[in-house]
């Protein structure tokens, strides 16, 4: 099993949410986080003077699948949500060594 943390522009929830439902993931975690990398400042007005904007805000998404699974996931994410930009997002890998359901005691595969 791999676990995928995958951090996206927020504006690519949606399309994200499909590939997970089309590729066979039974579950996510969203959560908006911020950061800064080498996307750089974008210049904003507000009350008439400009500032610049160091951190931007992303949605990170967290899934634990099987490899074949994960492989499809991390072709479809680069192939359909790449901005071709900078701060466009990455893809973060680890391996699961087990997984347990806390109701039921299944473990593996079919705690997912």
Excluded: W
């Excluded at 499909?18 to 507000?46: D, P, W």
């Amino acid at each position: 099993m791999k676990k995928l943390e995958i951090v996206i522009r927020p504006e690519k929830v949606a399309q994200m949410k499909r590939i997970l439902s089309e590729c066979g993931a039974h579950g996510a975690m969203f959560t908006s986080v911020s950061g800064y990398g080498n996307q750089k400042s974008e210049q904003y007005v507000f009350r008439g003077k400009p500032y610049y904007e160091q951190i931007f805000l992303k949605t990170k998404v967290e899934t634990v699948v099987d490899e074949e699974t994960a492989d499809q996931m991390i072709e479809r994410v680069l192939k359909e949500l790449s901005t071709g930009e900078i701060g466009g997002g990455k893809i973060f890998i680890y391996p699961v060594e087990e997984s347990i359901r806390i109701r039921t005691g299944e473990r593996g595969q079919d705690a997912l």
